[in-house]
């Protein structure tokens, strides 16, 4: 694909996980891109897109040019009015991933504000700017409670069981229905960390529960509590199926059908064929916690009992119970056609041991380096 200055993509929620993978991806083979970051109240959006290319650019060991950066808010409609120029000019295409991963909230913040409000912004300055090529991240949950879903469904009458699967759910219908003339859907499931490194940059869902259960364990001695019991206190059989992918591998995917124009315009599952039951994913979270975390002493005076750690444990997961039921069987008939070569890492025990150990030792994102080991897989290329 030429570049030129006048051929730049715009990428949004570059400074998510999975954001972060498909800017690099971008910039490493000499695309022009240009990123939307806010601010911080301790870093400014050129700082924030820094850390991101200094973190890749020290574990790949390569140097690269870093995209055009635009501070702001894109909820700001002075935002558009001020920038829609220089799109007209310079971006030939649209990658909108920025979303917001907040499970419950009013219809006036998060996720709607992010996921819908984001969404109709991105899409009055793809007309303002008349822009007709989009990349689009959604979600494979919104299938909502559906049991089966295609790649081809989209509004089957599926129960929405939260405010996540809800703004995601409007946000895609507002984008298929905005006239684009070569719009491409990807749904992914749940993105977790790198699995060549280990690395993630947030750490919700699959860490949000991790990480609940290494504060607590450090109250409690090696062995005394069971995620088995958890379980079954929480209603759950651990039969449920968690669609968990590795970033990379979603990456390496989207990468691939983005890079080639035949596999445009058709929606693609990002999601695993062979989904770990949930009881792989509780024992891995008993392993992770006895193995890194810090555990209490016996002789500790504030040594808590498993009746403790249930209580405590089930009082805060239930944000999380939703997000723990079984997830539909997603068909992913377009995904295997257009990237056979690419299929996704076995998400199993080891692996999942693997990311869990990296959030663990990172203490969760507030360390900026942990001791790498050897990484399961071989890397994935996409060609």
């Not at 995601?168 to 977790?192: H, N, Q």
Request: charged fraction near 20%; hydrophobic fraction near 40%.
């Amino acid at each position: 694909m030429a570049v030129s200055e006048t051929n730049y993509v715009f990428l949004t929620g570059a400074t998510g996980l999975l954001g972060s993978h498909i800017l690099w991806n971008c910039l490493e083979r000499g695309e022009h891109v240009a990123v939307l970051a806010r601010p911080c109240k301790k870093e400014s959006a050129e700082k924030r897109i820094a850390a991101i290319l200094h973190h890749f650019e020290t574990e790949t060991g390569k140097t690269i040019r870093p995209p055009r950066i635009f501070s702001g808010n894109l909820l700001n409609p002075a935002w558009i009015e001020q920038n829609s120029g220089w799109f007209a000019d310079h971006c030939r295409s649209i990658i909108h991933c920025a979303a917001s991963l907040t499970f419950y909230g009013a219809e006036d913040d998060e996720p709607y504000r992010s996921n819908v409000g984001g969404t109709e912004q991105i899409l009055k300055l793809a007309q303002k700017a008349g822009i007709d090529e989009m990349h689009y991240v959604s979600t494979a949950y919104v299938a909502g409670s559906s049991t089966h879903f295609t790649e081809n469904d989209l509004d089957r009458g599926q129960e929405l069981r939260n405010d996540y699967e809800k703004s995601k759910f409007c946000a895609e219908k507002m984008v298929r229905s905005a006239g684009f003339k070569d719009l491409t859907v990807y749904r992914p499931s749940i993105v977790v960390g790198n699995s060549q490194t280990g690395y993630t940059a947030t750490f919700h869902g699959f860490y949000a529960v991790l990480k609940l259960a290494h504060t607590l364990v450090q109250r409690m001695p090696l062995g005394s509590t069971s995620g088995r019991g958890l379980l079954a206190a929480l209603g759950l059989s651990g039969a449920e199926r968690k669609n968990f992918v590795p970033v990379d591998w979603v990456t390496a995917v989207f990468d691939h059908i983005y890079r080639h124009r035949e596999h445009h315009c058709l929606t693609y599952h990002l999601t695993t064929p062979e989904p770990p039951l949930l009881t792989d994913f509780v024992d891995m979270v008993q392993d992770a916690v006895e193995t890194y975390s810090k555990l209490a002493n016996t002789k500790d005076r504030n040594i808590a009992d498993e009746g403790w750690f249930f209580a405590n444990y089930f009082k805060e997961v239930q944000i999380y119970k939703a997000y723990l039921q079984d997830d539909p069987q997603f068909d992913s008939s377009n995904t295997q056609s257009a990237a056979p070569h690419l299929p996704c890492p076995m998400m199993d025990k080891e692996l999942m041991l693997f990311l869990a150990r990296y959030a663990i030792l990172s203490q969760f994102g507030k360390l900026n380096k942990v001791k790498p080991v050897k990484a399961k897989k071989d890397a994935l290329v996409a060609v």
